[in-house]
């Protein structure tokens, strides 16, 4: 991807294929081909002879310098490394790979992109990640305490994500167990969070985190369930204004994790919960259980009322969703 032509193409203005060109630093022909990598990264170009090229609606592009300028200081003290990547297979993948080489306790490895071509979603399903368009953000922590130590941080992880997304002004946001950040029945962004190392001990944690920003047409097809973005809020932040305040919520987040734990999280949830007091299926396997939602316990497992009494649920195969 050549950015000095991103760049100049990113305000959505006309640009003769000459000044392209030579914004780039390349031949025309170079340039074309430039062109049609963007076409194929999904990027919406016109072009008309004799006028030039323009990205319709123009792009909001990343820039390191637009994050970093946007943390709160207490953030920055906490920033190990940030890398904004044009295009990669998953920012989570990355993450793992750099706390591999370069982990420092108590300092955050942060990993943005512009496109996913390998996005991870739960439960081994792809994550929807065009060009320029949404967040795609990890961020990697050294914990002590192993597994263990990790229980109920996906949501503590939401809602310190909804809490980033109301300081912009969508004030619609809601999390629905474990850890969708939704509005109403929509899923507007997801959490995997990764770890790799000793599970019982010292091991390197990856939170990732997807939010659907401004999703464009042609990318609707991949995903197989109700989805809506912030745009559809009502808002258009910037996205780098976004990342940062993301990390400027969670770096503080992890910071406190190991002392903390999830009870200081769990009332901020469930005043969060979408799904509270609805009648849920919860699903294991070919197994449905069919109950009224009643929040999460001090572990963050959910808890479900039935004929037989209030029950609790943890992770892997548990999905929930409203009786139709
Ligand atoms: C879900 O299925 O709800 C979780 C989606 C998590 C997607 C994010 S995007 C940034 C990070 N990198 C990945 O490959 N996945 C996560």
């Given at each position: 991807m050549n950015t000095q032509l991103l760049q100049v193409l990113a305000d959505g203005e006309w640009h003769s294929g000459q000044a392209l060109a030579d914004a780039a630093g390349v031949s025309r022909v170079a340039m074309w081909k430039q062109l049609q990598k963007l076409q194929e990264a999904g990027v919406t170009l016109e072009?008309?002879?004799?006028?030039?090229?323009?990205?319709?609606?123009?792009?909001?592009?990343?820039?390191?310098a637009d994050v970093?300028?946007?943390?709160?200081?207490?953030?920055?003290?906490?920033?190990?490394?940030?890398?904004?990547?044009?295009?990669?297979?998953?920012?989570?993948?990355?993450?793992?790979?750099?706390?591999?080489?370069?982990?420092?306790?108590?300092?955050?490895?942060?990993?943005?992109?512009?496109?996913?071509?390998?996005?991870?979603?739960?439960r081994g399903k792809a994550w929807v990640s065009p060009y320029a368009r949404n967040m795609y953000l990890s961020v990697g922590w050294q914990v002590q305490g192993g597994a263990a130590a990790l229980q109920g941080l996906s949501l503590a992880i939401g809602v310190a994500v909804v809490r980033a997304l109301q300081d912009l002004g969508v004030a619609t946001a809601q999390l629905k167990w474990p850890n969708d950040v939704v509005v109403g029945r929509q899923k507007l962004g997801g959490i995997l969070i990764e770890l790799t190392g000793d599970m019982a001990g010292p091991c390197s944690v990856v939170v990732g985190m997807g939010l659907n920003v401004n999703m464009?047409?042609?990318?609707?097809?991949?995903?197989?369930?109700?989805?809506?973005?912030?745009?559809?809020q009502g808002v258009k932040p910037a996205r780098a204004a976004l990342i940062a305040g993301v990390l400027n919520q969670v770096l503080p987040l992890l910071k406190h994790w190991e002392q903390s734990g999830f009870e200081p999280w769990?009332?901020?949830?469930?005043?969060?919960?979408?799904?509270?007091?609805?009648?849920?299926?919860?699903?294991?396997?070919?197994?449905?259980?069919?109950?009224?939602?009643?929040?999460?316990?001090?572990?963050?497992?959910?808890?479900i009322e039935t004929t037989t009494g209030v029950q609790s649920f943890h992770g892997g195969e548990v999905s929930l969703r409203p009786q139709s």
């Open positions: 072009a008309v002879k004799s006028v030039g090229h323009r990205i319709v609606g123009g792009l909001d592009l990343l820039t390191d970093l300028s946007a943390l709160d200081p207490a953030t920055e003290n906490l920033m190990g490394e940030l890398q904004v990547l044009q295009q990669i297979d998953s920012t989570n993948r990355v993450c793992q790979e750099v706390m591999g080489d370069r982990a420092q306790p108590g300092k955050a490895i942060v990993v943005s992109a512009e496109q996913q071509t390998a996005g991870r979603g739960r464009p047409e042609y990318a609707q097809d991949g995903i197989d369930q109700a989805w809506t973005d912030v745009y559809q769990r009332e901020a949830w469930q005043t969060l919960d979408a799904y509270r007091d609805q009648p849920v299926n919860i699903l294991m396997g070919d197994k449905r259980i069919a109950g009224t939602e009643r929040g999460v316990d001090r572990d963050g497992a959910i808890q």
